[in-house]
């Protein structure tokens, strides 16, 4: 990122030469520093993808062993608050992409305002996240609270209810499996076996690192936006917006997959 | 779609070292997103027919395309250096190569036992290390439990 306090001022006679304030000295002209400013970016992004690839792998894996299971349990998941969620982010997108073309024209308070309008819809996102964490964790869907790792939970009775999910002990020789019995999204009692601890403990792993990158996109946008404000930014220099959106981009990709795969994936009903 | 090109065409060729950046119109902006849209809601309206082993394929295609309307406009792929675009496909690449490979790993050192819930060796028959420990059943088998899954209120 360009380092926008150092002013060198207008260090070249010829107009095309000039050297201007945002440009570095290791750079020749402006258009070498953007484009080595997106390739690093772009870079970024790769490993990004590379990281949430992993749980998706682990997804893929855990899904083709035990494919019931995970129809089973998606069903926990509401698909209109999914929908909902994959809307507001798109929606976020386009906003950011606005803020980005308005920044490529130099008009300074419209990229100002889709910039908040972007925050603000990041703010949306998080709150209906935070609605559907929330009656997970009352299910007791959260790893290690109804779903215990059986080496664990020796001292769970059977029959004891924990949250609003009930653990139902068996006698099979396998072992003692401990069921969990609750209520899905469709309002059906569900007999959940133990392995749909996988299941859920993906989806807040993934949901849960996505939503880190919601935070950490909020907080790129917030000082882009005060940057923007405090003039920083022009029609010859607006790299920070354009990299801030393709971060922002880059969370609504990463959701694009993950809606699918966690909400909508299996035998409908 | 009509295409805004505030900068005139000859800048393009004319490199006067500054950055001249395609920019799109809004609307054309708000056209991506309205398909956006429209494939959200077509891939939550064929999440309720089933269409077997197929629905992944289905969900993931969508998906696919969404992402591909995202990288290409919004993130001005179009318009943007080609080894860009080159680094971004590498990495979807690689992580194809990542899980074929886990895959494979996978059908090569144990194979996995629905009814125990564990990964048993090929070679000897025990089980593979890693993993719960066996845990499963499926609920008709289990003596005295609730009825099976999916049981109407």
Redesign the interface.
Known sequence: MANVTETVGVTGHGG??AHPDFLQHHF?????Q??AA??GM??F???E??MF??L??AY??WR???PEVFD?AHHFLN?IMG?SN??VL??S??T???A??SA??GKRNQTSIYLVVTILCACAFLVIKYFEYSHKIHLGLLPGHCFG???FSGSIQNGEEVGTCLR?R??????????V?AVDED?????????ANMFFGLYFIMTGLHGVHVIIGMSILTWVLVKNIQGKFSK???TPV?LG??YW?LV??VW??L???L??????? | MALEH?HADHHDSL???????H??S?QF??G??AA??LL??A??KV????FGSL??LV??L??SI??TL??T????LRY??L??TL??I???L??AL??LL??DD?GHRAK?D????SSVMLRTGQAAPGG??????T?N?????????????
């Open positions: 095309a030469h020749d002209t402006p258009k070498q953007f484009a997106k390739l772009w870079l992004i790769a490993t993808i590379l690839g992993g998706f792998c893929a894996i083709a062993l035990d089973q698909k929908a994959t809307v798109l929606f997108s386009l950011a992409a606005l980005v073309r490529q024209l790792h059986p080496g139902v068996g006698d099979t020789p396998a072992g003692n499996p401990e069921w019995r309002g059906r009692i569900q007999l959940l076996s133990p392995r010859e220099y607006f354009d959106a393709l981009h609504d990709l694009i997959y809606f699918p795969l909400y909508l994936v299996g035998k409908p009903e | 505030p490199d006067d070292g500054g950055v001249h950046a920019v799109s809004a902006y708000w991506i997103f956006l849209v959200t809601i891939t939550v999440s309720y027919y089933d629905n992944i969900a993931l969508i998906a969404k992402a995202v990288a406009f919004f993130m001005h943007d250096s080894f860009n680094t971004f590498a990495s979807f690689f992580l990542f899980i886990t895959y996978l996995y629905v009814d125990y819930g719960m420990p066996a845990t499963t059943a609920a088998e289990v003596p005295g439990a609730p009825p099976g899954p999916a049981e109407k209120k």
